[in-house]
């Protein structure tokens, strides 16, 4: 149901636009998030746009490079990345969540019921 792409190799500065194609969901998906994993890591939470209210969540790690956003309820869920560093090298995955979740758990990874595939961000001169 959830199908993301737009990932590869860029170099440090450079931008990335990700997509999450959401198929079949219905009116009970609360949110739909980005998480990343890096090698050894554990899923982060990094950006969470509600299809309930719209509102719009970031972690403080990105916040200021990152952009959520989404045409319309059915359409694809962006990422748009600027100012990559290496540290955001990962592989970004999308998820979307079927019950309300809190502000404060709005990154917790158990919280989500679909999962993409992922796409694999790297980020390297």
């Known amino acids: 149901q959830l199908q993301a792409c737009g990932g590869g190799l860029v170099q440090p500065g450079g931008s990335l636009r990700l997509s999450c194609a959401a198929s079949?969901?219905?009116?009970?998906?609360?949110?739909i998030s980005w998480f990343r994993q890096a090698p050894g890591q554990e899923h982060e939470g990094i950006a969470c746009i509600s299809r309930h209210d719209g509102g719009i969540y970031y972690d403080h790690g990105v916040r200021d490079r990152f952009t959520i956003s989404r045409h319309n309820l059915e359409g694809p869920v962006y990422l748009q990345m600027n100012g990559l560093r290496p540290e955001d090298t990962a592989v970004y995955y999308c998820?979307?969540?079927?019950?309300?979740?809190?502000?404060?758990?709005?990154?917790?990874?158990?919280?989500?019921?679909?999962w993409g595939q992922g796409t694999l961000v790297t980020v390297s001169s």
């Open positions: 079949g969901l219905t009116d009970d998906t609360y949110a």
């Open positions: 998820a979307a969540a079927t019950s309300r979740i809190i502000v404060s758990q709005i990154f917790r990874s158990a919280a989500y019921d679909y």
